[in-house]
């Protein structure tokens, strides 16, 4: 016996209904299903941007640190250069001096012209040439230690004026030079911790070697003894080589020396030879040197003084 299996469609039913079945039809469930697993798929996808911004962020710090070391790093290593360009200038050629020179008075002047920088600059004939390799060897340990053998080397005039950056430079330079047996003469301090007359009167001195007690002397006795006169003058050209000659070190802060020069001319006269002595690679506190310093402009200007005003003038960097 055969079994037959019939199929009914919607319309097979012949109750009145259509039942047009349309596939692009889905149920509400169905689609809130589809839906949820749409979502469930992007999720991942979106805590993987969230991944990605944070990797690139840790990236952007890490080359920002490294940029920031590279920085660091070539700041510390231009520091050192000019540390060491400012130890070592006393060895440098006087061309090499005029043109380091040069680039600092263009630095600190930046509003002057072209002719006004030039009255500034230096020559190469300003300065001694010197080449001295016991002091080359100890550029990192250069001290006081080394002045004496120095000076007996290279300071062949009679009187030198020392510039030194501060005070207490000041004073240790004149610890060391302060030895007449060994130099020909002694020192004297002109800064700021002296009144400024004082340091002028005692300039005064060492340049004319005039004695106001002996000239007052001199007057009240000229009309009573000419005779007696005329040995307290000549008293007063024996003080005039004692105190002239006596004197060899005018150990002066750029600053001082600047005061003395705009209130007496005394420095500028006679025709001897004058050393001009910078204390060029002794650094402070930060670093700088007297040429580098807020006073480096005042020095330059005092020694352009020296050098239109006075004769036979030398500079040597120490």
């Keep these: 016996m055969n079994s037959h299996h019939n199929t009914y469609t919607g319309d097979d039913l012949n109750d009145g209904l259509e039942y047009d079945f349309d596939g692009d039809i889905v149920s509400e469930q169905d689609e809130q299903t589809a839906t949820a697993s749409h979502l469930d798929n992007k999720r991942p996808n979106e805590g993987s941007d969230d991944e990605d911004e944070e990797e690139k962020s840790q990236l952007s710090k890490r080359k920002k640190k490294k940029q920031s070391s590279k920085l660091h790093e070539k700041k510390l290593e231009k520091l050192k250069f000019d540390i060491n360009q400012r130890r070592s200038l006393f060895n440098k050629t006087p061309q090499e001096i005029v043109d380091y020179l040069a680039t600092l008075i263009r630095g600190k002047n930046p509003n002057l012209s072209a002719i006004e920088l030039d009255e500034l600059y230096f020559k190469k004939s300003d300065f001694l040439n010197i080449s001295w390799d016991k002091q080359a060897d100890n550029i990192e340990l250069h001290d006081l230690t080394l002045l004496p053998d120095f000076v007996v080397q290279y300071l062949k005039a009679p009187k030198v004026i020392v510039f030194a950056l501060s005070n207490v430079r000041v004073a240790d330079i004149y610890r060391t030079l302060n030895n007449p047996n060994k130099f020909g003469g002694k020192a004297i301090k002109l800064f700021s911790k002296n009144k400024l007359k004082q ?93 580098t310093s807020d006073d480096g402009m005042v020095l330059c200007k005092v020694l352009k003084e020296f050098l239109n005003k006075k004769s036979s003038v030398r500079i040597v960097l120490f």
């Design 199 to 291: 340091d002028l009167d005692m300039l005064t001195k060492i340049s004319s070697g005039l004695n106001n007690t002996t000239i007052d002397s001199a007057k009240k006795n000229n009309t009573t003894n000419k005779k007696n006169n005329n040995k307290l003058l000549q008293k007063n050209k024996e003080q005039k080589n004692i105190i002239g000659n006596n004197i060899r070190f005018l150990i002066a802060t750029p600053n001082r020396m600047q005061k003395i020069i705009e209130n007496t001319n005394c420095l500028f006269e006679g025709k001897d030879k004058l050393d001009i002595l910078i204390d060029s690679s002794y650094l402070d506190s930060k670093t700088n040197s007297i040429f």
